[in-house]
């Protein structure tokens, strides 16, 4: 049975850091694609970073670019998401998202093309 398992969030001050983890079981991050959702109250889910399977394409949405960093450890199958100056705009539940089947490059920010999806965990960014 696969599990995403999202870690990390909480509470934090606009201009703040967090990183939030990923930590999978009954799935192999290695050659997948994979990412980082987010769904605030009352808006859709929007896509803020992926990677391809390989790791050769990444995927950033504007309004993250250059304050966000999406890695992967395959080593230890686990995916992160580094989030530096937060922005109250960042409040919203964040949610890990990965490939069913191995090989995807393109079209990151679809989220109806990934499989699995985690639990959530909740980023709240307010002074």
């Known amino acids: 049975q696969v599990q995403l398992v999202e870690s990390g969030g909480g509470l934090v001050q606009p201009g703040g850091s967090l990183r939030l983890s990923c930590a999978t079981s009954?799935?192999?991050?290695?050659?997948?694609?994979v990412g980082w959702f987010r769904q605030a109250p009352g808006k859709e889910r929007e896509a803020v970073s992926c990677?391809?399977?390989?790791?050769?394409?990444?995927y950033y949405a504007d309004s993250v670019k250059g304050r966000f960093t999406i890695s992967r450890d395959n080593g230890k199958n686990q995916l992160y998401l580094q989030m530096n100056s937060l922005k109250p705009e960042d409040t919203a539940t964040y949610y890990c998202?990965?490939?069913?089947?191995?090989?995807?490059?393109?079209?990151?920010?679809?989220?109806?093309?990934?499989?699995?999806w985690g639990q959530g965990t909740q980023v709240t960014v307010s002074s």
């Open positions: 998202a990965g490939d069913r089947f191995p090989g995807r490059e393109e079209h990151l920010w679809e989220g109806l093309l990934y499989e699995y």
């Open positions: 009954g799935y192999t991050l290695d050659n997948h694609a």
């Open positions: 990677i391809s399977s390989t790791g050769s394409s990444l």
